[in-house]
């Protein structure tokens, strides 16, 4: 196993002549320790089928079952597919998924701490997949925008971004979304969050899915928002991957957005994602969200 590591500030770790099939324990260690540390961590050269793919997620932590069928693999519900390719002549997984800035699941009480990647088919055009390092972006922070977030709740919600679905014809958008709320309620997130490994702190929001800050009002929060992702999206905030055949990305929620590339029409893309549980919370609070605890939030 040999690791380049990326150099100070930025992100990123590759992890080349190493089988991830015939990982050990000690690997293992050493792998979270480097997503922790460098956030996104890439295994290169690697050949897997399914069964393997999901046994060396199962080493790492306990994958997710998304809670949306409609993203399952056929055979293998822990991956999450991302595809425009239908297989056997069907649909399979969901295509376009994710072009907007994200972390996987934030709009959850409990969000995904991991998220593992293994393209299988990787665009001819656009191979790239873009991160922002909210860790950085965080001690970056202007003072007049991080007295916006500081002690502050924001709410998450993945209403917006919800993909219609062969059952929702005939139905209003209105029920569509209502149904969606009921069953994926809004959630709220301290603003900035602080790692439970590390113990950094992290600006936890996006573009994606965070819709409003707790306590002020809608058009308040919209001006302020707004502000926030014009600094956090600036381009030398972004780190951009550009994918080999062979790689498996392992990248973690808690730190970094990421976003998909565009596709042009007719281009074909394939990618198996596993969720994955590291056994740690998602965030422990910092003492400026304790104090907000004793307020009321709205
Ligand atoms: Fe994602």
New binding site residues.
């Given amino acids: 196993m040999k690791i380049n590591r990326p150099s100070s500030g930025c992100i990123g770790a590759e992890i080349l002549e190493m089988d991830v099939v015939s990982v050990t324990e000690t690997q293992v260690n050493t792998i979270k320790q480097l997503v922790y540390d460098h956030k996104l961590v890439v295994f290169r050269n690697q050949n897997i089928n399914e069964d393997q793919y999901l046994e060396f997620a199962r080493k790492i932590g306990t994958p997710q079952i998304y809670p949306q069928d409609n993203y399952h693999h056929p055979d293998y519900p822990e991956i999450f597919v991302s595809s425009n390719v239908p297989k056997d002549g069907k649909k399979f997984g969901v295509r376009g998924?994710?072009r907007y800035w994200?972390t996987?699941c934030a709009f959850l009480a409990e969000p995904l701490p991991l998220?593992m990647l293994y393209p299988q088919v990787i665009p001819s055009s656009i191979r790239e997949t873009y991160y922002i390092d909210m860790q950085q972006v965080y001690k970056k922070l202007p003072s007049n925008l991080r007295s916006h977030v500081e002690g502050k709740y924001l709410k998450h919600e993945a209403k917006w971004r919800y993909k219609v679905q062969e059952w929702d014809i005939d139905k209003a958008i209105i029920d569509i979304m209502n149904d969606f709320e009921n069953k994926f309620p809004p959630v709220k997130h301290p603003a900035i969050i602080t790692h439970p490994e590390t113990h950094e702190k992290i600006l936890y929001m996006n573009q994606g899915f965070t819709t409003g800050i707790v306590g002020l009002s809608y058009e308040n929060s919209q001006e302020l928002l707004q502000e926030l992702f014009s600094f956090i999206e600036r381009d030398d905030n972004i780190h951009t991957h550009v994918w080999k055949d062979g790689d498996i990305l392992l990248w973690e929620n808690r730190t970094l957005n990421?976003k998909?590339s565009l596709l042009p029409e007719g281009d074909k893309s394939v990618s198996y994602?596993i969720g994955i549980y590291d056994g740690l919370p998602f965030y422990v609070s910092s003492e400026g969200v304790k104090k907000q605890l004793k307020m009321p939030t709205r």
């Fill in positions: 998924t994710g994200h996987d998220t990421h998909a994602r």
